[in-house]
């Protein structure tokens, strides 16, 4: 990793730990305990006021907006919050390795992960590159053929599956490796299914389709290569 990434991590770790403790002092004082919520609508636009302090810690890394500043650092934006909590937890148990993200998580309470979840995911995607890379249609058909029965046929996943469509391309890259050849960074049985079936040398076709997806709010595949939107046609 490049040193103005390790320098965004000394940044971030500094700057929760502030916050944490402006948190706790926040807390103890009288204008910090009084912050009404009156119900469902007022919990949930606190619980992303939070999410968006917190969210600001992850900013170097993930970008203000969840649209990452480097291209093998995920964007968060318009995740799934179900996913982004498991992956949270994962980092926690040490099921997935990094070591910044370890170490990071140990800072940040139930209440944080819930508000900064629902923060990232709340936020619009921009895909990470603007045209599809070479690779892109035949990246398409493949993605229809093996992902879609999971990641849904727009990539956008559900619940535990994660959305791809937009998702930074080198990030891609290097996790479909590494599910191909579980490592203790990261591992799971039916991803390692999934790109032993479509084969290491179609990984990059899938990473030209998926970084380029821009999908819009009424979840339609935009200048997706033909083969694609009709596979989402058909089964929607
Ligand atoms: C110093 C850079 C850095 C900062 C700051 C940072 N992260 Fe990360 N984060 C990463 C990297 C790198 C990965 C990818 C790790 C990997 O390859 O498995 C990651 C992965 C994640 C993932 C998994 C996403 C996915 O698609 O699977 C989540 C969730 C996450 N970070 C949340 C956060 C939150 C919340 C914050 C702020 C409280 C934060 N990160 C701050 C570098 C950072
Ligand atoms: C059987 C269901 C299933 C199939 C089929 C499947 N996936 Fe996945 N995929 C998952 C699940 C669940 C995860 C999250 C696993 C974890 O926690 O690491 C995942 C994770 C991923 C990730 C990591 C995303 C991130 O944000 O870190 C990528 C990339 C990915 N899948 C791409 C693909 C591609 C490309 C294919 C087709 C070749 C595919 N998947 C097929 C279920 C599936």
């Not at 502030?18 to 009288?30: D, F, K, V």
């Not at 709340?122 to 058909?141: F, I, M, N, T, Y």
């Not at 891609?172 to 490796?177: A, E, G, T």
């Not at 991803?191 to 990473?207: S, W």
Request: proline residues 7%; aromatic residues 6%; glycine residues 10%.
């Amino acid at each position: 990793m490049g040193t103005s990434f390790k320098r965004a991590a000394v940044r971030a770790t500094m700057g929760l730990a502030a916050l944490l403790c402006a948190a706790w002092a926040g807390a103890a004082s009288p204008a910090g305990a009084a912050s009404p919520a009156n119900g469902p609508k007022d919990e949930r636009a606190a619980l992303l006021a939070e999410g968006r302090k917190t969210a600001s810690f992850c900013a170097n890394c993930h970008g203000e907006a969840g649209l990452s500043h480097f291209p093998d650092v995920p964007n968060l934006a318009g995740q799934n919050p179900a996913y982004l909590l498991r992956q949270l937890d994962a980092f926690t148990t040490g099921r997935r390795k990094n070591a910044f993200m370890e170490g990071l998580v140990k800072m940040l309470s139930p209440q944080d992960r819930a508000g900064v979840v629902a923060y990232f995911a709340s936020l619009p995607v921009e895909p990470s590159r603007s045209a599809p890379g070479p690779l892109a249609p035949q990246g398409g058909k493949a993605f229809a053929r093996i992902c879609a029965e999971c990641h849904g046929p727009e990539a956008l996943g559900g619940n535990e599956f994660p959305r791809l469509a937009g998702q930074q391309s080198e990030y891609l890259r290097i996790n479909l490796k590494r599910y191909l050849h579980p490592t203790a960074e990261r591992s799971y049985g039916p991803m390692t299914a999934a790109v032993m079936r479509l084969g290491e040398e179609n990984i990059d076709a899938v990473v030209d389709y998926l970084s380029s997806l821009r999908v819009s709010a009424d979840g339609r595949l935009e200048g997706a290569p033909a083969a694609a939107q009709q596979s989402a046609g058909q089964t929607r």
